[in-house]
């Protein structure tokens, strides 16, 4: 079973430029999730979807973040424009949304550096 | 104050020898689960295993158990026969319901694993 896809693996920008990234999670599952790993961090949940509707996006940074996900499949993030502190990576996670035991798969992440 | 606190930020263990990885958590809900994950240099975050706050037994998978003891508020992942491959950021996470109806996956601050020949 192929797991959660995520492209770029890095992306080095300067400062007020924008940025995407794209997710594909594992097949069937219900539940996408973005996070950003600051270094040094654990990972802090930016948006949550169920199927292609928000269930939680409480922490994302809504001037400058954006994410969706149309057809309830893949999923992209944007920052436009970005900030030095932004430099994070960024994850994807999927999960089947259901059940006591549901377990979140991540993606390899994509490194962002903001020059 | 913190939900997921993971003391020791550094490790060094023996090749072979067991190692205790420690998370203390602090939750009101009655029903959670508690995760580990492991990060290893590449960065992807790699399932270990779960405990339910209902279950009664410690979970195990081949080489890790969790050490659960929930007056405590304790889940520590014991790793058996520590190999070099081991060598990784260990976070300890923690699914509770949250304001917005859907279930929450926090995270500690990881604790780093070395493993020395």
């Known amino acids: 079973e192929a797991g959660v896809a995520q492209s770029p693996r890095y992306k080095i920008i300067e400062k007020r430029q924008s940025v995407a990234f794209w997710c594909n999670p594992i097949s069937g599952h219900a539940t996408l999730y973005w996070y950003q790993q600051i270094l040094g961090q654990g990972p802090k949940l930016l948006i949550q979807?169920?199927?292609?509707?928000?269930?939680?996006d409480s922490q994302l940074p809504k001037d400058r973040f954006s994410a969706e996900r149309l057809k309830g499949v893949d999923s992209t993030l944007k920052i436009q424009p970005a900030k030095l502190e932004d430099s994070a990576v960024y994850l994807c996670?999927?999960?089947?949304?259901?059940?006591?035991?549901?377990?979140?798969?991540f993606g390899p992440g994509t490194r962002l550096t903001v020059l | 104050a913190q939900k997921i606190t993971q003391t020791q930020p550094g490790m060094f263990v023996q090749e072979k020898e067991a190692v205790t990885l420690d998370c203390t958590y602090d939750?009101?809900?009655?029903?959670?689960?508690l995760f580990w994950y492991k990060q290893p240099s590449s960065g992807e975050m790699i399932f270990l295993i779960y405990q339910g706050s209902y279950d009664q037994q410690n979970a195990t998978e081949g080489r890790y158990s969790l050490n659960f003891q929930k007056a405590r508020k304790s889940a520590n992942l014991v790793i058996s026969a520590s190999q070099l491959g081991d060598s990784a950021m260990y976070f300890c996470?923690?699914?509770?319901?949250?304001?917005?109806?859907?279930?929450?996956?926090?995270f500690g601050t990881g604790t780093r694993l070395t493993i020395i020949p």
């Open positions: 939750t009101s809900d009655p029903s959670y689960g």
């Open positions: 979807f169920q199927n292609n509707g928000v269930v939680d």
């Open positions: 996470a923690m699914r509770e319901n949250s304001n917005f109806g859907n279930e929450k996956l926090t």
């Open positions: 996670a999927s999960s089947l949304g259901r059940g006591t035991t549901d377990t979140q798969y």
